[in-house]
């Protein structure tokens, strides 16, 4: 007999926090007095693991947390672990790359993709499943929703839930059993029917189990997570970035899940830019390793979930700055605008030419200016890093603003032999003392050597060693140290563009004498 109803458990998501606070509390007293204090925290470094440390943690400071290092983690994860003391790491058996090959891709949701394993290993009621039938043959209301999938069958890749099972659950099940501990985890019934059903047979301390578990945030919704983590101002990954109000509900600017980066459950039902357009402009080095060296771009292509921004450029910006031939337009700026050194714009336009051929965002993103006396086109990414190269050139001109004309050149890619995108108009004068004010420092310099090899190294010593020593340096990337704040600046930039952009309201408008370009 189950011991919660579905409507109990609406009834409690519906509780205030504080409510939910002090269950939550009670639910982990009887877990650790039940147990004798042989707790721990399996801890992912997520928001909802994170929220479940502090308040065991408030209970009980000593009580030490696990973490299962996959390496499937975002680094910003990563990075924030090394920050919380009484940490375990474990490691998985065996590697992500071998999981895929040995059981299978993870794709659409644990339960399809359980069932497309076992289906093909000729498992009946795997079969009986994604036909839509019941066990004496009849449709299923409850199963009709997995034949749908059914077509998954012929996919020419191998497909399965045990992703999760073999990188997270085995090692920290394993590591539990030999040190008599009994684990807390931070998942919640509002995630998939899953964790409900789960929580509905067992409640949140399932001490029947056969490895018995505590859910004591089983009745939460993410809503009560970032509400919790704004009321007590604890730390948690730079990944999310800031926590703020959209239409009345609280949301995080940054990734709005930290699960393993190259999972692929769910994905379908994502807008976009989804995870992996998002990866590729945030994690370039990690994007390319998924979607490529481990073959996940194959198997989105066969699933038509898109996977790259580069068709996407439009849809993220305002339609209206969209040009057709960026380099006429801006042309026209340098004709008007631009008295000497007009041949810096021959420069600007095989920089943007270039840049077309990129599949990455990053590579396709801009900072252009036009002065009386020449132009400069930098990376947009590169200009937030103080000491870049990019940074230097833009902010050159900060106490001498007039006479720029500056603009955010986004290159969506060649149409009818015109380098298409958007163009968007910036305040220089505004825009640049935001650059000043914000930028980040380098903290590392990743770069290709001579020979072709991937090299990393600190700021400090590619300044003062490699650029002297080495020759042929290219491909040079500088990165700070949190690549989701640098995210989260580019973000609020652009947000800022628009309110720049915004006509001001006045009481009265005087007609004002028609200007002559400037020559």
């Known amino acids: 007999m189950p011991v919660y109803t579905r409507q109990d458990l609406s009834i409690m998501q519906a509780w205030p926090l504080e409510r939910k606070i002090r269950v939550t509390q009670a639910k982990i007293l009887e877990w650790y007095h039940h147990y004798g204090g042989k707790i721990a925290v399996s801890f992912s470094g997520g928001k909802d693991s994170t929220v479940l440390l502090d308040l065991v943690r408030r209970a009980f400071p000593d009580v030490p947390a696990v973490f299962v290092d996959t390496g499937l983690e975002y680094p910003e994860i990563r990075e924030f672990v090394k920050t919380v003391p009484n940490v375990t790491w474990l490691r998985p058996e065996i590697p992500f790359s071998k999981v895929l090959t040995t059981y299978g891709y993870p794709i659409i949701s644990k339960d399809v993709a359980r069932r497309i394993y076992y289906a093909r290993q000729g498992s009946p009621w795997a079969i009986r499943h994604l036909n839509g039938l019941n066990a004496d043959g009849t449709p299923s209301k409850y199963n009709e929703r997995y034949e749908k999938w059914r077509f998954l069958l012929d996919a020419p890749f191998l497909i399965s839930d045990r992703c999760c099972a073999v990188m997270k659950e085995r090692p920290l099940h394993k590591y539990a059993r030999e040190h008599h501990l009994y684990m807390i985890l931070g998942t919640m019934a509002s995630e998939s029917v899953r964790r409900q059903s789960s929580y509905l047979k067992t409640g949140c301390n399932a001490y029947l189990k056969r490895d018995p578990t505590s859910q004591p945030m089983s009745f939460w919704t993410e809503q009560d997570v970032l509400a919790y983590l704004k009321m007590t101002g604890i730390s948690y990954a730079s990944i999310y970035g800031e926590i703020v109000e959209e239409a ?65 450029t439009l849809s993220m910006e305002n339609e209206k700055d969209y040009q057709p031939d960026i380099l006429n337009f801006l042309e026209k700026i340098v004709q008007r605008n631009t008295i000497a050194y007009k041949e810096d714009f021959d420069v600007d336009k095989e920089i943007l030419w270039n840049s077309a051929q990129e599949s990455s965002l990053e590579h396709r993103s801009f900072l252009w200016m036009s002065r009386p006396c020449g132009t400069w086109c930098v990376p947009e990414r590169e200009t937030y890093l103080q000491d870049s190269r990019a940074y230097k050139t833009w902010t050159f001109y900060a106490d001498q603003p007039n006479g720029i004309k500056a603009y955010r050149v986004v290159v969506d890619g060649v149409r009818d032999g015109k380098l298409a995108g958007k163009v968007i108009h910036l305040d220089y004068a505004k825009q640049v003392q935001r650059v000043v004010k914000s930028a980040l420092p380098i903290a590392k310099v990743q770069y290709r050597d001579k020979d072709e090899y991937f090299c990393e190294s600190s700021h400090e010593t590619f300044i003062h060693r490699v650029l002297r020593l080495e020759e042929n340096t290219h491909d040079i990337r500088y990165v700070p140290e949190s690549e989701a704040e640098l995210q989260r600046l580019l973000s609020l930039e652009h947000q800022m563009e628009k309110q720049d952009k915004r006509p001001r309201r006045t009481k009265s408008v005087t007609k004002q004498p028609s200007r002559t370009p400037e020559r």
């Open 248 to 312: 009345g509900k609280l949301t995080t600017i940054g990734v709005k899940r930290s699960g393993c980066m190259f999972c692929m459950f769910g994905a379908h039902l994502e807008k976009e830019p989804n995870r992996f357009q998002r990866m590729e402009v945030t994690h370039p080095k990690q994007y390319d390793f998924c979607i490529h060296k481990l073959g996940c771009g194959d198997v989105l292509d066969y699933l038509h979930i898109p996977y790259t921004t580069k068709e996407r």
